[in-house]
C-alpha cells in the first residue's frame, strides 16, 4: 500500500489507484494518516472537514467518509473506532511525509558530517518524493493547519540540497534552480546567499553582486529588516573577490530533484572541512526592528563584559532569542575569537544531543571531520582545551531544554562566555551566571514595536486600535511582530479592522500567524513537553476560565489533595504555562494563565486524548 500526500492525496494499492470520493474524504484520510497512529476525535476531524460552522448533519457524513475510507484502504490498514474518535494504523504501507522526513533527516546529518555526496544522493531523494504543493486538494481548514510546516520541511531540504551540491563543485548545475527558487522567496536569505555562491563560482561576479543588492531590496521593503551577518559576509567576500572555492572538483553534474539519474561516488572533504584559519562567525541575524527592553539589554551586556554567563528565561513569545542576539551583535568586538551559535531545540521540537553541538563547534573551530572524538567526554575536553587556547569566544546557545544540556556546551576557564536562552527553571542552576527574566513588554514598549514593524504612519492616528492590539497579543513580542507584519501584508486595513479581527477569542490563535511565525508553534513546543498526566489536567484547569488560581481551587477541580494540586501548578510555573504569585508576602501562591496560553490550552487540549506527546 502507498499513502501519498506530497501533491493530491491519494492511495495506491498494488500499483493501481484507491478511488477516493471527494476533498473531504480526502481530508480524513489526510488528518488521520499526520495524526501518525494517535486518535483523532470526532470533534477535531468535524473542524478539520467544515470549520467552525458545520452542517447538523456532519456526525453521520463523518461516519459515512470513515467507513467508506475503511472499505475502499482494505483490511492492509487498521482503521478503528476508539473512544470519542478513529485511529488509523497503516502498519507496513509506505507514507510518502514519513519517507520523506527520514530521507531528509539522514541528508541533514550526512551534511552536517561533511559526507557531501551522501547528503545530495539522500536529499534528492527525499525532494523527489515531493509531486506538487503538499495537501492540494484538502479542505482549507486542514491546508492551514498543516501545510505551512510541511513547506519549510521541503525548503530546508532543498537548501541543505543545495548546499551539498555546492560542496561537491555543482554551482553550474545548480543555479537555473537556485535563480527559480529565490524568484519563488525572494526573503529567504540561505537560498539568496546559495545562488550568489554559485554565480560567483561560474565566473559571473557582477551577476551575484545584483542577486543580493535585490535582495537587500526586497528585505528593506517587504520586512523592514537589513540582510543578515551571514548574508553580508558573502557579499564582501565576492566583492572582494575572496569567497572560498567548492570543498570538492566538479567532476559529475548534479542531478536536479525530481529527475532520474547516477550518483558519483563520495568525495572527501579536505582536512579541517573548510573551517581552518576562519574566525568562527555563527549568529544569524539579529533583528533590524528590535525595540524596547532597554534593561534588560544593559544587564546582559554587562554581564558578559564582566566575564560572567548569562541565562535569559521567560514564556514562550517572549522574545528570548531577538534580545540574545541583538545583545550578542553589540558585544562582538568583545569577542575577537568569534562567535558559535547553536539552536538546542531540533525542528520537531525536541531537545538536541549535546554531542552533536560539539561536532558543529569543533569543527567551526578547525577540527577536521575525521578528527572529531567518538565519545562526548572527549568532545568536552577538547573543545574546552581549543577555547583556553583561541582570544575570547562567545557561545550563544538558543532554546535550551535544562541545564543538563547545556553544561557540555560551557567553556572551561578563560574569557569565553556562554549566552544561554530557554524556558524552563532548571537553568538557573546554572552556576555563577546572571539571570535575566523576560515578560510582557510595557505598553508604551508593545507600542512601539508594533509602529517599528508595521509602520508609524499606520498606527500614528489609531492609539486605542493600537493598545487593543497589543493587549490582545498580551503584550508578547512574538505576537505583536506576527499582528504588525499582518498591518504590513494588508495597507488596505486600518488598524482597528486587525483589532476586530483579534477580539473574538475562537479566531484569535488564528489570526496570530503569517508566514513561519505562530504563536502556536511555541505553545504547542512547550505543551509537549510536559508529562502525561500533566497534559490534560492543564485543559480542566484552562476550562474554569478562573482569573486566579490557588492550589485549593486546582485540588477541588482536579479531584485531588491539595499538596499534589500545588506540585502540579509549580511544574506548570516552571514550563511557563501559568504566571504564579504571593500578595503581602503571604506563603500561599496564587497562579493564572495568560490569556493566550488560555487559548491554547483549550483550543489543544479539549479532549486528552488529543494531547501532544513528544515525537
Not at 536569505?189 to 559571473?204: H, I, N, S
Not at 553589540?330 to 531537545?351: I, K, N, S, V, W
Not at 482597528?496 to 502556536?520: C, K
Request: with cysteine; proline share 7%.
Amino acid at each position: 500500500m502507498e499513502l501519498k500526500i506530497l501533491g493530491p492525496v491519494s492511495a495506491e494499492l498494488d500499483g493501481r489507484a484507491v478511488a477516493l470520493d471527494g476533498g473531504k474524504q480526502r481530508t480524513a484520510l489526510a488528518a488521520l494518516l499526520l495524526a501518525r497512529g494517535k486518535v483523532v476525535s470526532d470533534e477535531r476531524l468535524t473542524l478539520l472537514l467544515w470549520g467552525w460552522d458545520p452542517p447538523a448533519t456532519s456526525r453521520n457524513q463523518l461516519y459515512t467518509y470513515v467507513s467508506r475510507l475503511r472499505t475502499r484502504l482494505g483490511a492492509g490498514l487498521g482503521l478503528e473506532r476508539h473512544g470519542p474518535g478513529y485511529r488509523l494504523d497503516i502498519r507496513d504501507a509506505r507514507f510518502d511525509w514519513d519517507v520523506f522526513r527520514e530521507l531528509a533527516d539522514s541528508g541533514r546529518d550526512a551534511l552536517r558530517a561533511a559526507r557531501y555526496a551522501d547528503a545530495e544522493r539522500l536529499l534528492h531523494d527525499a525532494l523527489a518524493l515531493w509531486r506538487g504543493p503538499a495537501l492540494t486538494d484538502v479542505t482549507a481548514h486542514l491546508a492551514e493547519a498543516e501545510v505551512p510546516r510541511m513547506e519549510e520541511a521541503r525548503l530546508s531540504a532543498l537548501e541543505n540540497h543545495a548546499e551539498a551540491a555546492l560542496a561537491l563543485g555543482r554551482h553550474t548545475d545548480m543555479v537555473p534552480a537556485l535563480t527559480r527558487q529565490v524568484t519563488l522567496h525572494p526573503v529567504r536569505e540561505r537560498l539568496r546567499g546559495q545562488l550568489m555562491t554559485a554565480l560567483f563560482r561560474c565566473g559571473r561576479q557582477a551577476d551575484a553582486l545584483t542577486v543580493y543588492e535585490k535582495g537587500r531590496r526586497a528585505l528593506a521593503e517587504d520586512l523592514g529588516i537589513d540582510p543578515g551577518p551571514e548574508l553580508r559576509a558573502l557579499h564582501q567576500e565576492i566583492l572582494t573577490g575572496t569567497q572560498p572555492a567548492a570543498r570538492a572538483p566538479e567532476r559529475d553534474r548534479a542531478t536536479p530533484p525530481g529527475a532520474h539519474g547516477e550518483h558519483p561516488e563520495p568525495v572527501p572533504a579536505p582536512p579541517g572541512g573548510g573551517w581552518q584559519g576562519l574566525v568562527p562567525a555563527m549568529l544569524p541575524a539579529a533583528p533590524g526592528d528590535f525595540t524596547g527592553r532597554a534593561t534588560e539589554v544593559r544587564d546582559v551586556l554587562a554581564a558578559l563584559r564582566g566575564h560572567q554567563d548569562v541565562v535569559v528565561t521567560g514564556a514562550p513569545g517572549t522574545g528570548k532569542s531577538a534580545l540574545a542576539l541583538w545583545a550578542a551583535e553589540r558585544c562582538r568586538a568583545d569577542f575577537p575569537g568569534g562567535q558559535l551559535y547553536a539552536d538546542l531545540r531540533t525542528a520537531e521540537g525536541g531537545a538536541r544531543a549535546p554531542g552533536e553541538v560539539l561536532g558543529w563547534f569543533l569543527r567551526a573551530l578547525g577540527t577536521a571531520p575525521d578528527r572529531l572524538p567518538a565519545t562526548l567526554e572527549e568532545r568536552v575536553q577538547l573543545y574546552r582545551t581549543l577555547l583556553a587556547r583561541s582570544r575570547p569566544v562567545l557561545i550563544v546557545l538558543d532554546n535550551a531544554a535544562d541545564d543538563a544540556q547545556v553544561r557540555p556546551l560551557l567553556p572551561g576557564g578563560g574569557k569565553s562566555r556562554t549566552l544561554v536562552t530557554g524556558v524552563r527553571s532548571p537553568l538557573a542552576s546554572l552556576e555563577g551566571t546572571r539571570l535575566v527574566g523576560l515578560g510582557p513588554m510595557e505598553p508604551a514598549e508593545a507600542g512601539a514595536l508594533l509602529a517599528a514593524v508595521a509602520g508609524s504612519a499606520r498606527l500614528a492616528g489609531a492609539p486605542e486600535a493600537a493598545a487593543r492590539i497589543a493587549e490582545f497579543c498580551d503584550r508578547l513580542p512574538l505576537a505583536l511582530r506576527i499582528a504588525a507584519a499582518r498591518l504590513a501584508a494588508h495597507p488596505h486595513w486600518p488598524a482597528a479592522r486587525l483589532a476586530e479581527r483579534l477580539a473574538p477569542e475562537d479566531r484569535r490563535l488564528g489570526e496570530l500567524r503569517i508566514g513561519s511565525l505562530d504563536v502556536r508553534a511555541g505553545l504547542r513546543i512547550a505543551l509537549a513537553q510536559l508529562d502525561r498526566a500533566t497534559r490534560p489536567a492543564i485543559a480542566v484547569l484552562a476550562r474554569a476560565g478562573l482569573s486566579a488560581l490557588t492550589a485549593g481551587d486546582a485540588a477541588a477541580l482536579l479531584g485531588t489533595g491539595p499538596e499534589e494540586a500545588e506540585e502540579l501548578l509549580e511544574r506548570l510555573a516552571d514550563a511557563r504555562l501559568l504566571e504564579a504569585w504571593s500578595v503581602g508576602g503571604d506563603a500561599r501562591l496564587s497562579y493564572r494563565f495568560m490569556p493566550l496560553v488560555g487559548l491554547f490550552a483549550r483550543e489543544q487540549c479539549a479532549d486528552p486524548v488529543l494531547a501532544p506527546v513528544p515525537a
